[in-house]
């Protein structure tokens, strides 16, 4: 595995120096060798001044800022600069240019199972960035490629661990715990990303719904879960509000009910505070007891 390794190259001012003067020295020792009506000195002394010229002025280049230019020397890594500016390097080094800026990835939407099986439709935008030029360079083909195939098979393996939708609080579902999720897929894609020297900074789902042919019965399946889980809480609050009211009846001495008359105010209060209605009160203007 390949690591940055920084190197700090020559300042371009120095380099358009030397080249100038070498241009000017070629110049100069042409219009001589012309005018005395020497060739010899053209191809000895003009010749090689007019090479080190061409090779010094390839020798400039630039850096922009969160930008890396990784130097290459005959297939051998030399080292990269990473401090923007204008900088004169051996002519001989190969510079590839690669981008430190933080780019977004927007994933194309694609169908998987669920962890339970159903089929949904889920997308992912990842932030991302590269943090070691080398890596890039050479561990893996081509790094953004290489991020968009990650990415997608982050986003299947993360649909098929979780399901859809979880009525249990304590469970993660990929509609109801989007932090925990989001979280999940981050690491996830650092862990797949590291060999290719990228950094995640952050991944979220921006799609996510049920695939069109069960969309339909699983909006029915949502409901008739939210109703049955709502009726659980309904029915927990008014046992506990039944048992609160006949335990203050019983301590307060309001009034004493045998079991018969407790049953019949169990299911009357039970009936109000469960029931989808407001229930219409029957006044009884008699004694309690036959």
């Known amino acids: ?13 120095l380099g358009l120096t030397v080249t100038i003067a070498l241009i000017a020295s070629t110049i100069y020792m042409t219009v001589g060798a012309v005018t005395q009506g ?19 002025a390839a020798g400039l280049f630039t850096v922009q800022p969160n930008q890396a230019a990784v130097l290459i020397l005959f297939g051998s890594y030399v080292g990269t600069v990473k401090r923007s500016g204008w900088w004169w390097s051996n002519p001989f080094n190969t510079r590839k240019r690669i981008s430190l800026r933080v780019r977004s990835l927007n994933g194309h939407m694609i169908k998987v ?26 561990d893996v083909e081509t790094f953004e490629d290489f991020v968009s195939v990650q990415s997608e098979t982050a986003v299947r393996h993360l649909a098929s661990a979780y399901p859809y939708d979880e009525y249990d609080h304590d469970a993660i579902s990929l509609r109801g715990s989007t932090d925990k999720v989001s979280e999940f897929l981050r690491v996830e894609l ?25 969309a339909g019965a699983m909006l029915q399946r949502q409901q008739a879960s939210a109703i049955i889980a709502a009726r659980q809480r309904i029915v927990d609050g008014a046992v506990g509000m039944v048992e609160m009211a006949l335990d203050r009846l019983s301590a307060n001495k309001v009034v004493t009910l045998d079991d018969e008359r ?21 006044l009884n203007t008699g004694t309690l007891h036959n």
Not at 1 to 13: F, H, I
Not at 263 to 282: F, Q
């Open 1 to 13: 595995m390949t690591k940055d390794r920084e190197v700090s190259a020559l300042g371009g001012a």
């Open 38 to 56: 020497r060739p010899l000195l053209l191809l000895t002394v003009v010749l090689p001044l007019a090479v080190l010229s061409f090779l010094s």
């Open 113 to 138: 199972n669920d962890h339970a099986g159903n089929p949904v439709e889920i997308a992912a935008v990842v932030v991302w960035r590269v943090h070691d030029a080398a890596q890039a360079t050479f």
């Open 190 to 214: 650092s862990e797949r990303l590291r060999p290719a020297g990228v950094e995640i900074i952050e991944a979220r789902l921006s799609h996510l719904a049920y695939a069109p042919e069960i």
């Open 262 to 282: 407790k049953a019949a105010m169990v299911s009357n209060l039970l009936v109000v505070l469960c029931g989808e209605r407001a229930a219409t009160p029957v």
